[in-house]
């Protein structure tokens, strides 16, 4: 099987045979769900519902609040009980909006089922994905619908699906490709229609040939849908370099993919516009992945957003060790959280458990100049070199050196042998070119 990938990277045990054989299994309704305001790129939602109010299911609690914002919904019909400050998963205290459930289930009378929603306009589809609250599910979140709309001097030729997950662990793509493709395919038919695409591409890693072997099988008569089969590398599934594996097309510095006619969406976020174009669905469940090898029974979980993570790992039957460390999102590129009494947000791709044995000691040490960062940085920078200047505080020249070009992917750390914490240096250096930036 012929493959295609980018130049860089590295490459990680996946450790997916945990839960890459789990189907996905539909969460119960939990008691209460904690429903941030902030799940996404962009202004957070603000509240349309007080303390006190009963809301069904499905119903509009927050309304977006600009352009790049979305509006959020409720998993649960129920009471509000609070509107405050609750632990996020990126490990900061935000404002979120607390439901008890009452037990009744009720929907609101919005959701219908379209058999003919491929006849909608596309002004029609994509007011239907903006009230759906649909946002990226497989990344940092990015408003589905401004991603839909770009500017008319940038027409797009290409839509590219996301179904690389590349980060180890986690395997809830894998298994949504596997149960929906045909609701994956349709989510696509719908992207290409909006924006006037002529070719479709889902690009898919080798460690998932049984997904791979399905989508080609029900895209051999398609004339412009295809799958493309990608090499084992990490961050194959990050955004520039799916598009340079896919297609051989360079997303400029600085540049986003609309620049070169190509739109990206994750496979979770084809199956969420899916569903609100055709059942007018807001987007209030995601798939997640819980695992790692102290969780006693590690499982693919369809889940109500603001679901608690406490909730979940009791419902994979908890741990046989201690909890050292909770991840949200991927070992690479997620997040430590100190607490889980968490709730998972739209953009919770997995949580990854890890027991006192599974951490080492990351010492930072001096650097060997052993160049390990440069070769595996897919962005083709000088990880050591941005590090230095940042801890030097000069961050003029951080920005000369690309700083910003950074994806934050991780590749730098995990090679390095002296533990130098790369990404967060950079990620520190980030918020003072930005600082500088705005002084410009």
């Not at 006693?296 to 790992?313: A, E, F, H, Q, Y």
């Not at 997620?334 to 027991?355: C, H, N, R």
Request: charged share 25%; glycine share 8%.
């Amino acid at each position: 099987m012929r493959s295609k990938t980018f130049r860089g990277g590295v490459h990680p045990h996946d450790n997916k045979h945990y839960s890459n054989e789990k189907p996905i299994e539909e969460f119960p309704a939990p008691k209460r769900v904690v429903i941030h305001l902030s799940q996404h790129i962009g202004a957070p939602s603000k509240p349309i519902v007080a303390v006190g109010d009963f809301v069904k299911k499905g119903q509009k609690i927050a309304e977006a609040n600009g352009f790049v914002s979305i509006p959020m919904h409720t998993p649960i019909s129920g009471k509000v009980v609070k509107i405050g400050d609750f632990p996020h998963p990126i490990g900061t205290v935000q404002q979120a909006i607390e439901i008890e459930n009452n037990g009744k289930n009720e929907w609101t009378d919005s959701i219908k089922d379209n058999e003919k929603f491929l006849q909608l306009s596309v002004d029609e589809m994509k007011n239907q994905i903006k009230n759906a609250g649909v946002c990226g599910m497989g990344g940092a979140g990015f408003p589905t619908i401004v991603k839909l709309s770009p500017p008319k001097e940038k027409p797009i030729d290409t839509a590219i699906l996301n179904g690389v997950e590349c980060e180890p662990f986690l395997t809830a793509d894998h298994r949504l490709m596997l149960e929906k493709p045909d609701e994956i395919i349709a989510g696509l038919r719908i992207i290409m229609k909006i924006l006037n695409a002529k070719s479709g591409i889902i690009g898919i890693e080798l460690n998932k040939k049984d997904a791979i072997k399905i989508f080609k099988n029900k895209l051999k008569n398609s004339k412009n849908m295809k799958v493309v089969p990608l090499k084992l590398r990490y961050p194959q599934g990050a955004e520039k370099q799916l598009i340079f594996a896919a297609t051989r097309r360079k997303v400029p510095a600085g540049g986003l993919p609309m620049d070169i006619g190509v739109v990206v969406q994750n496979v979770g976020t084809a199956l969420a516009i899916y569903e609100a174009v055709r059942y007018n669905r807001p987007c209030i469940k995601r798939i997640t992945t819980v695992t790692g090898e102290i969780v006693k029974s590690p499982k693919n979980l369809r889940v109500p957003i603001g679901t608690m993570i406490s909730d979940m790992i009791n419902y994979c039957d908890g741990t046989n060790k201690n909890i050292a460390k909770i991840i949200s999102g991927g070992p690479m590129m997620g997040f430590a959280i100190p607490t889980s009494e968490t709730p998972i947000t739209k953009t919770t791709s997995g949580i990854v458990l890890f027991g006192e044995d599974d951490i080492i000691d990351t010492t930072e040490q001096v650097c060997l100049r052993c160049g390990r960062c440069v070769d595996a940085c897919p962005m083709n920078l000088t990880p050591t070199f941005i590090v230095e200047n940042v801890k030097n505080q000069n961050y003029e020249e951080a920005k000369k050196v690309n700083i910003l070009d950074c994806m934050e992917c991780g590749s730098c750390s995990f090679v390095c042998p002296s533990h130098i914490q790369l990404i967060q240096w950079i990620k520190l250096g980030k918020l003072e070119v930005g600082k500088l930036k705005k002084k410009e």
